[in-house]
């Protein structure tokens, strides 16, 4: 089972949170991350849906901005966290 404190919130350097914290996207936090809320193009877990479409470059500007955008490897890891239930 993947974790969000062991392992997804490791693949975020200090850079992306800092960035991103007062944009009022805190990817370091789980309760954020896993928020189960929906929007108008998610029907649940908007927050880390929108976090992963920005990372695959589904959403542009993709994210990080202007890179290095996360390897294949990463971003499966972060959907089977999605996929298993957003476990803690
Ligand atoms: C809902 C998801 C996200 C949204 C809506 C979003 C949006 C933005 C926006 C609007 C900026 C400012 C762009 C500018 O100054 O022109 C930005 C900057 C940035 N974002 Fe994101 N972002 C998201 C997710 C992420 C993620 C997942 C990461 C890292 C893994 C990330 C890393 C960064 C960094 C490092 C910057 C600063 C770039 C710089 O000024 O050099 N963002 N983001």
Redesign the pocket.
């Known amino acids: 089972m993947v974790s969000f404190a062991a392992d997804i919130k490791p693949?975020?350097?200090q850079?992306?949170?800092?960035?991103?914290t007062p944009?009022g996207?805190i990817?370091d936090d789980y309760a954020y991350m896993s928020n189960k809320g929906g929007d108008a193009k998610y029907d649940d877990h908007a927050?880390a849906s929108?976090?992963?479409?920005?990372?695959a470059g589904d959403?542009k500007?993709r994210?990080?901005?202007?890179g290095p955008f996360?390897t294949q490897d990463k971003l499966d890891l972060f959907k089977k966290w999605m996929d298993e239930g957003y476990a803690p």
């Open positions: 693949l975020f350097d850079g992306d949170i800092d960035c991103m944009q996207v990817l927050n929108h976090v992963y479409a920005r990372l959403e500007p994210m990080p901005k202007g996360w």
